[in-house]
């Protein structure tokens, strides 16, 4: 079982508001990721994290912003949430390195109405 | 372009029955492929990792298999079980990049029925 957490699993939310996923991990890992999941659709990647103070953007645009203060805490903000957020977000993180494995959270399913 | 492409893209079995998913990828240069089983509304679980030089590889009742010169792999299920439905995605890693970036596939939706 890996030691990566996200809250909420599930929010709904009204359009204009401030929301923030959390995601922390146990395991140490330096690299963290959030990605993006419509159904029946594979993973984007938003947003990812070397380390401390490290926040670069993924492959997706996404209207989100990150911050990476301590090594186990990666939380996505959103500061005036719309509809087309709807999607869910994974949390993910590695050691590093290449042929590392990655750990998934659970996701948090948003739906903002 | 880094791709990756899984069929079929969804599949039905008997429970008891074996079944192979597909997974062809264009990403170079190659790294490692993966594959994970993901449970509706969950984030994915590896089953099985495996670099250029392995070209087999089993956790339990999944098989996973790699060609990497005709960049394709497969994952075989063996007497599958009402557990097993969920969907499977096959993941590349590229070495082109100190991130080691991860190219998904959209998954194979798998339905187990008694």
């Known amino acids: 079982e890996a030691d990566i957490y996200q809250t909420p699993r599930y929010l709904v939310i009204g359009t204009g508001k401030k929301i923030t996923l959390e995601c922390s991990q146990t395991m140490g890992h330096d690299k963290m990721y959030w990605y993006q999941q419509d159904p029946g659709m594979e993973l984007h990647l938003i947003h990812y994290s070397y380390g401390v103070n490290s926040t670069e953007k993924g492959d997706l645009s996404s209207e989100s912003t990150v911050s990476r203060i301590r090594t186990e805490h990666f939380p996505l903000t959103l500061e005036s949430a719309r509809p087309s957020h709807t999607s869910q977000y994974l949390c993910?993180?590695?050691?590093?390195?290449?042929?590392?494995?990655?750990?998934f959270g659970q996701g948090t399913r948003l739906t903002v109405v | 372009k880094n791709q990756v492409e899984q069929s079929p893209q969804s599949l039905i079995i008997l429970e008891g029955k074996n079944c192979t998913l597909q997974c062809n990828y264009t990403v170079s240069p190659f790294s490692n492929l993966r594959w994970y089983k993901q449970d509706t509304g969950r984030g994915p679980v590896s089953l099985t990792i495996m670099t250029f030089s392995e070209n087999t590889k089993s956790n339990g009742r999944y098989t996973a298999t790699l060609d990497a010169d005709t960049k394709q792999s497969s994952l075989h299920i063996t007497a599958s079980q009402l557990s097993d439905s969920a969907s499977y995605i096959c993941?590349?890693?590229?070495?082109?990049?100190?991130?080691?970036?991860?190219?998904f596939g959209r998954g194979t939706q798998l339905t187990v029925w008694p």
């Open positions: 993941v590349v890693s590229d070495r082109g990049s100190t991130l080691g970036r991860l190219y």
């Open positions: 993910a993180s590695s050691e590093g390195g290449v042929g590392i494995e990655a750990f």
